[in-house]
């Protein structure tokens, strides 16, 4: 199956500073990616979709300051969480689609801010 | 909008069938997909049905009824590993996919 690559898997940040992280299809362009967020035994969250070489389509209730999404390249997202609070500690996950109904998950960031 | 019911928790025993079931409400409609998810990674895909019928994928198989917005997942001789969260999604639009809340699956010896 396809590849998708995310990096960092772990991440622990001071409140105030910024948080990237990176999103990779590693055997197949992926003009369009996916961002999740998932809290401890819940469902997958989409947060916003990420489209190469336009602006993201952000979820309601998603603030596009806080929750900066490029996508640079038909390999590539980012998501920088900026500013970053304790309320902002969860997993991130992004996602690639590669066929019908088939989505491909990074490894997921876990995200502490301390 | 999109809704999607799938129960919470199921629990089973080493060997045994479980069949995880899921009901949907969705504006537009392509296709159910189904996902496993370990605790702490990531999901990973399973199957997709995109017309009605069953789909056999190994130990896996998952079933779709268009007409019932109804699908199920089946799982035979299940293993220790198996124990995880699977999740049933819809596919809306050509790439869009709503997830299910989840089902826990407890595999016990």
């Known amino acids: 199956g396809a590849v998708v690559s995310q990096h960092p898997s772990r991440v622990i940040c001071k409140s105030g500073t910024s948080v990237k992280i990176e999103c990779r299809s590693l055997?197949?362009?992926?003009?369009?990616m996916f961002w999740y967020r998932q809290f401890p035994k819940q469902s997958l969250m989409l947060m916003a979709t990420?489209?190469?070489?336009?602006?993201?389509?952000?979820e309601q209730g998603v603030e596009k300051d806080k929750f900066l999404i490029n996508h640079a390249s038909l390999t590539l997202s980012t998501l920088t969480v900026t500013s970053a609070h304790p309320e902002d500690s969860s997993f991130y996950i992004c996602?690639?689609?590669?066929?019908?109904?088939?989505?491909?998950f990074g490894q997921g960031t876990r995200l502490t801010v301390v | 909008g999109q809704s999607l019911e799938q129960p919470s928790e199921v629990t089973a025993v080493e060997g045994a069938i479980v069949q995880i079931n899921c009901t949907y409400q969705?504006?537009?409609?392509?296709?159910l997909s189904w996902y496993q998810q370990h605790d702490g990674g990531a999901p990973t895909f399973l199957s997709y049905?995109?017309?009605?019928g069953l789909e056999e994928t190994g130990r896996f198989s998952s079933f779709l009824s268009r007409s019932d917005s109804y699908g199920y997942l089946l799982l035979q001789e299940l293993q220790m590993k198996d124990s995880a969260s699977y999740f049933c999604?819809?596919?809306?639009?050509?790439?869009?996919?709503?997830f299910g809340k989840g089902t826990m699956l407890l595999v016990s010896p």
């Open positions: 996602s690639a689609i590669e066929g019908p109904g088939r989505a491909f």
């Open positions: 969705t504006s537009g409609f392509y296709g």
């Open positions: 990420s489209n190469e070489g336009s602006k993201a389509t952000y």
């Open positions: 055997d197949f362009q992926a003009t369009t």
């Open positions: 999604a819809v596919r809306s639009g050509y790439s869009t996919l709503t």
């Open positions: 049905n995109g017309l009605d």
